[in-house]
């Protein structure tokens, strides 16, 4: 984890980690499925969120969850992990580990700083903690994922340094 900037109490880190988008039906099979192989049971809810130590696991659609990694994975495993997936008829994954960068804020003026970037109405009534949204974030096509402390803002990677400038500009002024 790189730290980006730590102004105006926010602090901006980013960060490269392990990513699967998940496609499936989100019954009771699937849901087993998943289950046994990451200890987590998937949200059933759009745009909710379930976490533990290890992993993060947005139900982003109807039909896609986004798994990922807080840990230092090898690629191997991540690939393993997908293949074990695919081996179910009723389960696409791939892994989209190198498509995005991942940049955590926290800090009191964090919603502050990111309405600065765009028109997301962060106020808790709105949007809860541990609850994802998509949304445009400085024109850009991010993720969110609103955790208990922080945030995390995922974007594809040809991105990140248009984005982190972005950041860093909001904070300053």
Not at 113 to 126: A, I, M, P, S, W
Not at 137 to 159: G, P
Request: aromatic content about 12%.
């Amino acid at each position: 984890m790189r730290e980006v900037i730590r102004s105006n109490d926010v602090e901006i880190k980013t960060f490269s980690t392990h990513q699967i988008i998940i496609r499936g039906s989100g019954n009771s099979e699937f849901n087993n499925i998943l289950n046994k192989k990451l200890k987590l049971l998937p949200p059933s809810d759009n745009l909710r969120i379930v976490s533990d130590d290890n992993h993060i696991l947005a139900k982003m659609s109807f039909d896609q969850w986004n798994l990922i990694f807080l840990n230092d994975n090898k690629n191997f495993k991540v690939q393993k992990i997908c293949e074990d997936f695919n081996e179910k008829a009723s389960i696409l994954a791939t892994n989209f580990s190198d498509a995005q960068v991942f940049f955590q804020i926290g800090g009191n003026n964090t919603f502050y700083t990111l309405n600065k970037l765009t028109h997301f109405d962060f106020r808790e009534k709105n949007f809860k903690a541990m609850t994802a949204a998509q949304t445009l974030v400085a024109r850009i096509d991010c993720n969110i994922y609103r955790l208990e402390n922080h945030m995390l803002i995922s974007c594809n990677r040809s991105f990140a340094d248009y984005f982190e400038d972005r950041l860093i500009d909001a904070v300053n002024f």
